[in-house]
């Protein structure tokens, strides 16, 4: 026996030493096996890239949960002798990580601005790298078999190249405009962020009820209404049919008297409160359409810092939070105050990495345009290359009732602003002289251009990333190998923030789809089913944590097992510690394989006796159906089948047959012969799953000229009857 296997498994000892033993392999690049003969060149490909971590700290178990599921699609891939690639990478996260530097700044007394554009991205990059070499480490830690000569960065050079070759063919076509729009303004970040980036959060309010000339008007906000003049209201509403479209009426207001304008409009909710609402164009998206709708004018009541402008006469320069219960006391002294629910309950915008309340704005801002026709791509729009291949089946979401879901926010996209007022990032590729505007991959040559100072919002790079990590826009070998990439897993909750966005770059840049499938998994919840958070008490597992403690392979199967695409998984430290135990299983139950079989004559070993023909069969019976099951991503079926055939019919009944057997010396080969097969067949079956533990067993095993499991071939149907060396 190997001097090893006399001691219990530890994954301590052995998970660093066996990552290490991969990599130095060289079989995590596609490249190197074809060159070493494990793939054969023409093989077909199976990629996938890495949805790139944010390099603003540790990775958390949702990370965890995504590199196991695509570690065992990478590694089944790989074992069925695919051209396998799993391409890594990180993602600078522009507002996360400029936000979380100038939260580290502000406690020593650092504004961004007292350090300047320069010197301050110096400070940014810096953490960006350290994040990202503590992000790399861990993942290897978690022993995702990922290519690491191909790795990617969002705001490296070469995806900069593509970025600004992206943004000048889109802006030549028309598809990138620059134009006065209402945009999510976030004073606390003081940047625009995109309806995507957005978190409601419902509060209570009071709800203010006003006079408004003939009129009651309510809102929540009476800090906005100082520019408002206009009174809309539906066009059918019965109660208001004397009052005619366009009709002016005289009325007091809060600075005085003032004149307002009667508009009819569809679009007004009879039923919401009194059937009447004056308008703040500036500072509402409902209301910018209407005004938009009838050509109405508009005036900006708030600046960018949340303070009120001239407009607001006494209450100039003060932030709208001080201001409201003060401008509420002036119209009740009017008389104009009509009623106050304390108790109103109302869905509030704010910034999804700042928490600070959004403050709707129109802004001179860069956007996409979602509807113009694009002669060259057969003059569809944006839109409708998003929705195409989704339901022409060229591209299928798992599980299939998020294709639902995609479809209707297609439906209704606005278009996207894409520019940022940040400092980190992809600088917009557009510079300005005098009244030129000059957009171009590269900087204009003469002297005296000034470049836009705004960054491109984050998901304008990472729309790119299946396409510009494999060398777009060079026409490169592994762009023509690996894409469209095989399957794109992810979070549910990036469909639109992301997933949409690769399809419309992949669609309008290259004419084809990113990926042929889209496997969304869930959130990774705590025992009882709670978000995991540190704001709500809740101790948040650390993935690298639990890997100390139990085991690399004890977490993998407690994140697989009962976990299927869509739905949020439940992690229990008690089933973590159930799997490290089935680890366990496997080690005494290779070790007593390997004493049984030391004395085997492997290069002839004799048929099955009828008893142990037919165990044969039920395992051909078990890999013929986890072959196809595998093959359609029901990995959570997988590992359960395979964890209960291990333990219950290979550990329980068919070990201790062969024991019995061997003690009696009764067909003792054919019974040795069953336990060597099962064994290495039950290896391969179980590695992507559990591959350090697999890995090492693997190492011990009496056959020659063998590769790193890893790289052996996936069992196939038929085992026959001549021992494991037939799908080697």
């Given at each position: 026996?190997?001097?090893?296997?006399?001691?219990?498994?530890?994954?301590?000892?052995?998970?660093?030493?066996?990552?290490?033993?991969?990599?130095?392999s060289g079989f995590f690049n596609p490249d190197v096996c074809i060159k070493k003969g494990i793939t054969k060149t023409d093989a077909k490909h199976f990629s996938i890239v890495l949805p790139p971590p944010n390099v603003t700290g540790n990775l958390h178990t949702g990370h965890a949960l995504m590199l196991v599921?695509?570690?065992?699609?990478?590694?089944?891939?790989?074992?069925?002798?695919?051209?396998?690639?799993?391409?890594?990478?990180?993602?600078?996260?522009?507002?996360?990580?400029?936000?979380?530097?100038?939260?580290?700044?502000?406690?020593?007394?650092?504004?961004?601005?007292?350090?300047?554009?320069?010197?301050?991205?110096?400070?940014?990059?810096?953490?960006?790298?350290?994040?990202?070499?503590?992000?790399?480490?861990?993942?290897?830690?978690?022993?995702?078999?990922?290519?690491?000569?191909?790795?990617?960065?969002?705001?490296?050079?070469?995806?900069?190249?593509?970025?600004?070759?992206?943004?000048?063919?889109?802006?030549?076509?028309?598809?990138?405009?620059?134009?006065?729009?209402?945009?999510?303004?976030?004073?606390?970040?003081?940047?625009?962020?995109?309806?995507?980036?957005?978190?409601?959060?419902?509060?209570?309010?009071?709800?203010?009820?006003?006079?408004?000339?003939?009129?009651?008007?309510?809102?929540?906000?009476?800090?906005?209404?100082?520019?408002?003049?206009?009174?809309?209201?539906?066009?059918?509403?019965?109660?208001?049919?004397?009052?005619?479209?366009?009709?002016?009426?005289?009325?007091?207001?809060?600075?005085?008297?003032?004149?307002?304008?009667?508009?009819?409009?569809?679009?007004?909710?009879?039923?919401?409160?009194?059937?009447?609402?004056?308008?703040?164009?500036?500072?509402?998206?409902?209301?910018?359409?209407?005004?938009?709708?009838?050509?109405?004018?508009?005036?900006?009541?708030?600046?960018?810092?949340?303070?009120?402008?001239?407009?607001?006469?006494?209450?100039?320069?003060?932030?709208?939070?001080?201001?409201?219960?003060?401008?509420?006391?002036?119209?009740?002294?009017?008389?104009?105050?009509?009623?106050?629910?304390?108790?109103?309950?109302?869905?509030?915008?704010?910034?999804?990495?700042?928490?600070?309340?959004?403050?709707?704005?129109?802004?001179?801002?860069?956007?996409?345009?979602?509807?113009?026709?694009?002669?060259?791509?057969?003059?569809?729009?944006?839109?409708?290359?998003?929705?195409?291949?989704?339901?022409?089946?060229?591209?299928?979401?798992?599980?299939?009732?998020?294709?639902?879901?995609?479809?209707?926010?297609?439906?209704?996209?606005?278009?996207?602003?894409?520019?940022?007022?940040?400092?980190?990032?992809?600088?917009?590729?557009?510079?300005?002289?005098?009244?030129?505007?000059?957009?171009?991959?590269?900087?204009?040559?003469?002297?005296?251009?000034?470049?836009?100072?705004?960054?491109?919002?984050?998901?304008?790079?990472?729309?790119?990333?299946?396409?510009?990590?494999?060398?777009?826009?060079?026409?490169?070998?592994?762009?023509?190998?690996?894409?469209?990439?095989?399957?794109?897993?992810?979070?549910?909750?990036?469909?639109?923030?992301?997933?949409?966005?690769?399809?419309?770059?992949?669609?309008?840049?290259?004419?084809?789809?990113?990926?042929?499938?889209?496997?969304?998994?869930?959130?990774?919840?705590?025992?009882?089913?709670?978000?995991?958070?540190?704001?709500?008490?809740?101790?948040?597992?650390?993935?690298?944590?639990?890997?100390?403690?139990?085991?690399?392979?004890?977490?993998?199967?407690?994140?697989?097992?009962?976990?299927?695409?869509?739905?949020?998984?439940?992690?229990?430290?008690?089933?973590?510690?159930?799997?490290?135990?089935?680890?366990?299983?496997?080690?005494?139950?290779?070790?007593?394989?390997?004493?049984?079989?030391?004395?085997?004559?492997?290069?002839?070993?004799?048929?099955?006796?009828?008893?142990?023909?037919?165990?044969?069969?039920?395992?051909?019976?078990?890999?013929?159906?986890?072959?196809?099951?595998?093959?359609?991503?029901?990995?959570?079926?997988?590992?359960?089948?395979?964890?209960?055939?291990?333990?219950?019919?290979?550990?329980?009944?068919?070990?201790?047959?062969?024991?019995?057997?061997?003690?009696?010396?009764?067909?003792?080969?054919?019974?040795?012969?069953?336990?060597?097969?099962?064994?290495?067949?039950?290896?391969?079956?179980?590695?992507?799953?559990?591959?350090?533990?697999?890995?090492?067993?693997?190492?011990?095993?009496?056959?020659?000229?063998?590769?790193?499991?890893?790289?052996?071939?996936?069992?196939?149907?038929?085992?026959?009857?001549?021992?494991?060396?037939?799908?080697?």
């Amino acid at each position: 026996m190997h001097e090893k296997l006399k001691k219990p498994y530890d994954p301590k000892n052995t998970e660093e030493r066996i990552y290490k033993l991969w990599e130095e392999s060289g079989f995590f690049n596609p490249d190197v096996c074809i060159k070493k003969g494990i793939t054969k060149t023409d093989a077909k490909h199976f990629s996938i890239v890495l949805p790139p971590p944010n390099v603003t700290g540790n990775l958390h178990t949702g990370h965890a949960l995504m590199l196991v599921i695509e570690d065992i699609m990478v590694r089944h891939a790989r074992m069925l002798g695919k051209k396998t690639l799993w391409l890594p990478g990180t993602d600078h996260a522009a507002i996360a990580t400029q936000s979380k530097v100038e939260k580290t700044l502000e406690k020593e007394g650092i504004k961004k601005n007292d350090l300047g554009r320069e010197e301050f991205l110096k400070k940014v990059e810096k953490f960006a790298s350290e994040s990202h070499d503590t992000i790399v480490n861990q993942a290897k830690k978690m022993g995702a078999s990922l290519d690491w000569s191909r790795e990617a960065f969002t705001l490296d050079e070469n995806r900069n190249l593509a970025v600004r070759t992206a943004f000048k063919q889109m802006y030549d076509d028309g598809l990138i405009y620059r134009g006065h729009r209402m945009v999510n303004w976030d004073p606390k970040g003081q940047t625009v962020i995109s309806d995507d980036e957005i978190i409601y959060e419902e509060r209570k309010n009071k709800f203010y009820t006003f006079k408004y000339g003939p009129f009651e008007i309510s809102t929540v906000r009476p800090e906005t209404k100082f520019g408002d003049k206009y009174v809309v209201m539906h066009p059918k509403d019965k109660r208001y049919s004397k009052y005619k479209d366009g009709q002016k009426i005289k009325l007091e207001w809060i600075n005085g008297p003032i004149e307002a304008t009667i508009i009819k409009d569809e679009e007004i909710d009879m039923e919401f409160g009194t059937g009447v609402m004056t308008i703040t164009p500036w500072h509402s998206s409902v209301d910018f359409e209407i005004a938009e709708g009838h050509k109405l004018d508009k005036e900006q009541i708030i600046d960018k810092y949340g303070k009120l402008l001239p407009i607001a006469g006494e209450f100039t320069g003060m932030k709208i939070t001080d201001a409201r219960e003060k401008i509420v006391e002036k119209l009740k002294n009017k008389g104009l105050l009509v009623s106050i629910d304390e108790n109103y309950i109302n869905r509030v915008a704010t910034a999804e990495r700042t928490s600070g309340m959004i403050e709707p704005q129109i802004m001179l801002q860069w956007f996409v345009d979602v509807n113009k026709k694009i002669p060259r791509r057969e003059n569809k729009s944006l839109k409708e290359l998003l929705l195409e291949p989704v339901r022409e089946g060229k591209i299928k979401i798992m599980p299939v009732h998020f294709e639902k879901v995609y479809f209707n926010w297609i439906e209704n996209l606005r278009d996207w602003c894409i520019s940022r007022q940040i400092w980190y990032g992809h600088r917009i590729p557009v510079w300005y002289k005098n009244d030129e505007i000059y957009c171009g991959i590269d900087a204009p040559k003469e002297s005296g251009w000034i470049q836009d100072e705004d960054t491109l919002d984050t998901w304008f790079s990472s729309g790119l990333w299946t396409f510009s990590t494999l060398g777009w826009p060079n026409k490169t070998k592994d762009l023509e190998t690996y894409h469209p990439t095989s399957i794109l897993e992810t979070g549910h909750d990036i469909l639109f923030f992301w997933v949409a966005r690769m399809i419309l770059m992949s669609q309008y840049l290259l004419g084809d789809i990113p990926f042929k499938n889209v496997y969304l998994h869930g959130m990774v919840r705590t025992a009882d089913g709670k978000k995991m958070s540190k704001s709500l008490g809740n101790k948040a597992i650390d993935p690298l944590d639990i890997v100390v403690k139990y085991g690399n392979d004890a977490l993998r199967m407690s994140m697989i097992v009962g976990n299927t695409p869509g739905n949020d998984l439940k992690l229990n430290e008690n089933d973590i510690r159930g799997y490290a135990k089935f680890t366990n299983k496997v080690w005494n139950a290779s070790r007593f394989v390997l004493e049984q079989i030391k004395n085997l004559d492997l290069k002839n070993l004799p048929s099955f006796d009828e008893e142990d023909s037919l165990s044969n069969k039920e395992l051909e019976k078990l890999l013929t159906e986890v072959s196809k099951e595998m093959n359609e991503f029901k990995f959570s079926i997988v590992a359960e089948k395979l964890y209960h055939y291990f333990w219950h019919t290979f550990a329980d009944v068919i070990i201790e047959r062969s024991k019995k057997k061997i003690l009696a010396n009764e067909n003792a080969d054919s019974a040795k012969t069953l336990l060597l097969t099962h064994l290495t067949t039950l290896l391969k079956a179980l590695h992507p799953f559990i591959p350090f533990v697999t890995e090492e067993i693997w190492s011990m095993l009496p056959i020659k000229n063998k590769n790193l499991l890893m790289v052996e071939k996936w069992p196939l149907a038929t085992l026959g009857t001549s021992g494991p060396n037939d799908n080697n």
